[in-house]
Structure formats: structure tokens, C-alpha cells
């Protein structure tokens, strides 16, 4: 079974940190670049971060900028999201999403695969 499995969500205070992780079964994430999107409650689903094939290339949201960072271990098979200096405002699911296609800043390409999220909840 093809699928992307997210881990690392929970409660934090704001000015934490948490890590997130992506990991592929049944198929290898070396072919694909790898975007986080994060959905609110009550807000559409936003693009965050995306990191190429190779890990050569990278994008990054404005909105977590300077806070957040993307990596990925291609021998572990598996994409990360350093969240550093969390917010109020970075709650939300967070989901892993694979494709072919290139990073673009906007998020604009389709893709081939999601995980079912993670939580992350920012609160004093």
C-alpha cells in the first residue's frame, strides 16, 4: 500500500518548537518533491513548504519564513519540518504531499500523493 504517513504533531506553547515528519511506504520518496500545507479551523488549506527531489531546492511560506525549516533523508525515506518560534496562528493539520512535479511558490502543481495529517496545536 502507496502512502505518506505524518508524525510530530501535538500541543506547544507558543515560542516552542516541534518536528514533523513525513515518511513514504510502499513506494520511495527520491523521485518526488515533497510539500507540507497546513489547514486551520476555518480557513482553506495553505502551501508551507516544499523541498525538491534532490534537496537542492527549497520554498518557503512568508508566514513562517525565518521559523520554519524543510529537510528530507532520502535513506530514511522520510521529509521533516523543523517549527521553530511557534504561533497562535500555526494551528492547524498539517499534511505531507508528494509529487513529480518541481517546488513552484505558489504550490500550484497537483499532487500524487497525501497522509491523513498531523495536529499541531499552538496554545498557553
Known amino acids: 500500500q502507496l502512502q505518506l504517513v505524518e508524525s510530530g504533531g501535538g500541543l506547544v506553547q507558543p515560542g516552542g518548537s516541534l518536528r514533523l515528519s513525513c515518511t513514504a511506504s510502499?513506494?520511495?520518496?527520491?523521485?518526488?518533491?515533497i510539500n507540507w500545507f497546513r489547514q486551520a479551523p476555518g480557513k482553506e488549506r495553505e502551501g508551507v513548504s516544499c523541498?525538491?527531489?534532490?534537496?537542492?531546492?527549497?520554498n518557503i511560506a512568508d508566514s513562517v519564513k525565518g521559523r520554519f525549516t524543510i529537510s528530507r533523508d532520502n535513506a530514511k525515506n522520510t521529509v521533516y519540518l523543523q517549527m521553530n518560534s511557534l504561533k497562535f496562528e500555526d494551528t492547524g493539520v498539517y499534511y505531507c504531499?508528494?509529487?513529480?512535479?518541481?517546488?513552484?511558490?505558489?504550490?500550484?502543481?497537483?499532487?500524487?500523493?497525501w497522509g491523513k495529517g498531523t495536529l499541531v496545536t499552538v496554545s498557553s
Open positions: 504531499a508528494a509529487t513529480i512535479a518541481p517546488c513552484s511558490r505558489d504550490f500550484r502543481y497537483g499532487m500524487n500523493y
Open positions: 510502499g513506494f520511495t520518496l527520491d523521485y518526488y518533491a
Open positions: 523541498i525538491s527531489s534532490s534537496g537542492d531546492n527549497t
